[in-house]
């Protein structure tokens, strides 16, 4: 079977990641058909938008999508794209696991968690505006719906289930926000009755970052609203390495779009330096939503092996801060061709 598969490259380092990630991908044997579309700032001057609507078409056709990161503009009045993009399509969740990779350099060597976070109401909905004509107060309105609620504890439930995951935990504040927060615990406490064989409890969310720095160990998948979701799932990428390794995913009913968390880091484009891990474990992460577990199975452990050994590692798996064995740095294809290697070996 040929997978068609959208594949949006993206702006700064976005070319080099996604080029990456494609060849471990492909190197696993599997078969991918790659409809290529352009987004975000490189297309604006020629489409005079950064979401032009072939990416939207794109999507909807091959229902799942490789996705580098895209630059926002400042000002201009456009707003985030992905942003946008997780509207328009209706990708409702975000999936973002921290599990740590081999690295001594790591704040702990032992998470393995996921943050589910709804990612399309609430505090990001774009809903603002100036209270006064002075602009001496603002106002940002966070609507929280029954139904995103439930669909999103729906989905980390069914997550947990598929990824043989025992323990999900229902992050909010509904001691102070009674509304939003008290909604979003109200289904959270009446879907759990739904899974007897997942274990439930809830947290606020200010005792929830203590707790994740102190024993991230405790947690396994983490299901909350978008701004708590978006703070925390970060948090949990520097627990377990930081921002070049975690990948990401944005699903919805019938479609998926694999991501890294990072963004574009202009600073570094073209200069073949950055680290792919977080693109080709996005990659490994659509592997499995495709079903093709062995392959995916490949990849994570050339990833993993290749961050042992710490021959051929990005300058940041290479430098102190990361290791206590700092090493050359390797390029990002440096790093790839070794990844690549040990996949097709395997
Ligand atoms: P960034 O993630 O691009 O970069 C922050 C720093 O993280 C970099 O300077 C670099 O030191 C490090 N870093 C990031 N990716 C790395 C990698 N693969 N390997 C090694 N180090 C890496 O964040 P930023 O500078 O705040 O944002 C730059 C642009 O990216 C902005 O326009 C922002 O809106 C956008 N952005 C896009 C996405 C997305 O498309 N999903 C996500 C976040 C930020």
């Known amino acids: 079977m040929v997978y068609k598969v959208t594949l949006i490259p993206g702006d700064g380092i976005g070319p080099e990641v996604t080029n990456a990630a494609i060849r471990v991908l492909e190197a696993t044997g599997v078969q991918f058909d790659w409809e290529v579309v352009e987004a975000g700032q490189k297309v604006i001057a020629e489409k005079g938008t950064p979401l032009p609507e072939s990416v939207l078409e794109s999507m909807r056709k091959n229902k799942i999508g490789l996705k580098g990161p895209l630059t926002t503009p400042i000002g201009g009045g456009f707003r985030s794209v992905n942003v946008s993009l997780r509207q328009m399509l209706d990708l409702y969740a975000s999936v973002r696991p921290a599990r740590s990779i081999a690295g001594e350099g790591t704040l702990y060597s032992d998470v393995d968690l996921v943050v589910v976070r709804e990612a399309t109401e609430e505090l990001y909905s774009g809903v603002e505006h100036w209270v006064d004509r002075d602009h001496s107060a603002a106002e940002t309105i966070g609507i929280v719906t029954r139904k995103a609620s439930e669909r999103i504890v729906k989905f ?151 961050i042992k050994e710490k021959r051929h590692v990005t300058y940041d798996l290479a430098l102190p801060g990361y290791t206590s064995r700092p090493v050359p740095p390797s390029k990002c294809s440096e790093m790839t061709d070794e990844i690549v290697k040990r996949v097709e070996a395997s």
């Open 156 to 306: 980390a439930f069914e997550y947990a289930l598929k990824e043989k995951r025992h323990k999900v935990t229902a992050v909010h504040k509904a001691n102070i926000m009674k509304y939003t927060g008290g909604l979003f615990q109200e289904v959270a406490q009446k879907i759990a009755k739904s899974y007897p064989t997942i274990q439930f409890e809830e947290r606020l969310i200010d005792n929830m970052a203590m707790q994740l720095v102190k024993k991230p160990q405790d947690y396994d998948v983490v299901v909350t609203t978008n701004l708590f979701g978006d703070i925390l799932s970060d948090l949990c990428s520097g627990l377990a390495g930081g921002l070049g390794i975690t990948p990401g995913a944005i699903i919805g009913a019938d479609m998926a779009l694999f991501e890294p968390v990072h963004g574009s880091a202009p600073k570094y484009a073209g200069q073949d330096k950055v680290d792919p891990v977080a693109t080709i474990l996005s990659g490994e992460m659509m592997l499995k939503y495709l079903g093709e577990r062995k392959a995916a199975e490949k990849v994570w452990n050339a990833v993993y092996e290749t």
